[in-house]
Antibody, heavy 121, light 106 residues
Framework: EVHLLESGGDFVQPGGSLRLSCVAS????????LSWVRQAPGKGLEWVSF???????NYTDSVKGRFTTSRDNSKNTVYLQMNSLRDEDTATYYC???????????????WGQGTQVTVSS | SYELTQPPAVSVSAGQTATITCSGN??????ASWYQQRPGQSPTLVIY???KRPSGTPERFSGSNSGNTATLTISGTRAMDEADYYC?????????FGGGTKLTVL
């Protein structure tokens, strides 16, 4: 059974930094792309970032230059380093495993329970 | 940037068919997925590659995608299907989610 467990969420002031972690189990971690998706309170889902099996990341425009996604296959863990945090980054951050043949037909087939990030002064 | 548009809310009587639409430019040329999110829970995948059901998705859930519109259809809707539903597609290496549709089962 696939299991994704996020951690690292916290309360932080604007301009601060956080690193989220997502530990995976139940599948061959190195063979799958992974993604971070966030959900602001009472709002919809927003894709944040993606990291391929070849360690190539991509980001939504609003976090480019501030967030960095990386993976450590030896630890079955994907990370989201978040710098220069803003109020609008406040959200529940989900880690998700991607399933598909190409980067045009991936689906988010397993999700973690999420970790809460609150940015406020 | 690419956008997907969903109706904010859909209501359906129990036992009837619910239809949720997702519109985007030439969406039919892309692969659409649908996610269910019950209150206080993480999203779960219910349809992928336009019309495929993951194991665990009831047969009453079906999907289609053509032209500019993807559609999620729930036949014989049950009270347990009351949830938020999100469509999703990829555009030039970035994932896009629709704004979500709150399904109410009367």
């Amino acid at each position: 059974e696939v299991h994704l467990l996020e951690s690292g969420g916290d309360f932080v002031q604007p301009g601060g930094s956080l690193r989220l972690s997502c530990v995976a189990s139940g599948f061959t971690f190195s063979s799958y792309a992974l993604s971070w998706v966030r959900q602001a309170p009472g709002k919809g889902l927003e894709w944040v970032s993606f990291i391929s099996v070849h360690d190539i990341p991509n980001y939504t425009d609003s976090v480019k230059g501030r967030f960095t996604t990386s993976r450590d296959n030896s630890k079955n863990t994907v990370y989201l380093q978040m710098n220069s945090l803003r109020d609008e980054d406040t959200a529940t951050y989900y880690c998700a495993k991607l399933e598909g043949d190409t980067d045009s037909d991936y689906s988010f087939d397993d999700w973690g329970q999420g970790t809460q990030v609150t940015v406020s002064s | 940037s690419y956008e997907l548009t969903q109706p904010p809310a859909v209501s359906v009587s129990a036992g009837q068919t619910a239809t949720i639409t997702c519109s985007g430019n030439k969406l039919g040329d892309k692969s659409a997925s649908w996610y269910q999110q019950r209150p206080g829970q993480s999203p779960t995948l219910v349809i992928y590659k336009d019309n495929k059901r993951p194991s665990g998705t009831p047969e009453r859930f079906s999907g289609s995608n053509s032209g500019n519109t993807a559609t999620l259809t729930i036949s014989g809707t049950r009270a347990m299907d009351e949830a938020d539903y999100y469509c999703q597609a990829w555009d030039i290496g970035t994932a896009v989610f629709g704004g979500g549709t709150k399904l109410t089962v009367l």
